[in-house]
Nanobody
Framework: DVQLQASGGGLVQAGGSLRLSCAGS????????IGWFRQAPGKEREGDLC????????YYTDSVKGRFTISRDNAKNTVYLQMNSPKPEDTADYYC????????????WGKGTLVTVSS
């Protein structure tokens, strides 16, 4: 079975740091781009970071650029989201998803991990 599992969420103070992990199994992890998405209460889901499969190119939206970093370790079938200087508006359920390209649709979705940023 294909599985993606996000973990590492919790309560963090604004200005602190937190690292999320996304572990994949049941598919050739290294062949897929992995994106991080988030959904805040009452808001639509948005995709803010992605890392490609072949050359590991990374993509960030302006809302997280300079604060969050995405990386991958294909030997561990894991993608990481390093959150530095989070803000209260970063509070959301964070999900990871896999697809062929960052610019395309995602094929596999995992369950989320909740991040709460306190002011």
């Amino acid at each position: 079975d294909v599985q993606l599992q996000a973990s590492g969420g919790g309560l963090v103070q604004a200005g602190g740091s937190l690292r999320l992990s996304c572990a994949g199994s049941g598919f050739t992890f290294a062949d897929y781009a992995i994106g991080w998405f988030r959904q805040a209460p009452g808001k639509e889901r948005e995709g803010d970071l992605c890392i490609g499969s072949s050359d590991g190119s990374t993509y960030y939206t302006d809302s997280v650029k300079g604060r969050f970093t995405i990386s991958r370790d294909n030997a561990k079938n894991t993608v990481y989201l390093q959150m530095n200087s989070p803000k209260p508006e970063d509070t959301a359920d964070y999900y990871c998803a896999a697809g062929w390209l960052c610019s395309g649709g995602m094929d596999f979705w995992g369950k989320g991990t909740l991040v709460t940023v306190s002011s």
